[in-house]
Nanobody, 125 residues
Framework: EVTLVQSGGGSVQAGQSLRLSCTSS????????LGWYRQGPDNECSLASS???????YYPESVRGRFTISQDSAKKMLYLHMTRVKAEDTGMYYC???????????????????WGQGTQVTVAS
C-alpha cells in the first residue's frame, strides 16, 4: 500500500525558512513522480513544485528561487525547502506522488494518484 505521511509546517514570519517533510512507503521514490501543492484560503490548488524520475524539478514562477524540492531515497523522504517565505505562501500543503511515473512533468493535480494528509503553513507579514 502506498502511503504519504507529512510533517513540518507551522507559523513563521515573512522572510523566514521552513521545511516540509513527507515520509513515503509502498513504492520507490526514484520511480515515481513527486510534487507539492498548496491549497490557499480560497481553496485554489496551485503547484509548488514537482519532479520526476529523471530528477528534473519544476517550479512555478511564484516560488522559483525560493523553494527547493528534494528527496532522500534511503530514508524514503520527500522534502520541500521553503526560504524567504511570503504571506501569499500561506496555505495547506500536500505532498503527492504518481506511482509509477508517466515520464513527463506532472503539472496538474489530476495526474497524481496518491496524496499526503496535508500540513498548514501560515506566513505572517
Amino acid at each position: 500500500e502506498v502511503t504519504l505521511v507529512q510533517s513540518g509546517g507551522g507559523s513563521v514570519q515573512a522572510g523566514q525558512s521552513l521545511r516540509l517533510s513527507c515520509t513515503s512507503s509502498g513504492f520507490t521514490l526514484g520511480r515515481a513522480g513527486l510534487g507539492w501543492y498548496r491549497q490557499g484560503p480560497d481553496n485554489e490548488c496551485s503547484l509548488a513544485s514537482s519532479t520526476g524520475s529523471d530528477g528534473s524539478p519544476y517550479y512555478p514562477e511564484s516560488v522559483r528561487g525560493r523553494f527547493t524540492i528534494s528527496q532522500d531515497s534511503a530514508k524514503k523522504m520527500l522534502y520541500l525547502h521553503m526560504t524567504r517565505v511570503k504571506a501569499e505562501d500561506t496555505g495547506m500543503y500536500y505532498c503527492a506522488a504518481r506511482v509509477p511515473w508517466i515520464g513527463r512533468p506532472l503539472l496538474s493535480p489530476k495526474l497524481y494518484n496518491h496524496w499526503g494528509q496535508g500540513t498548514q503553513v501560515t506566513v505572517a507579514s
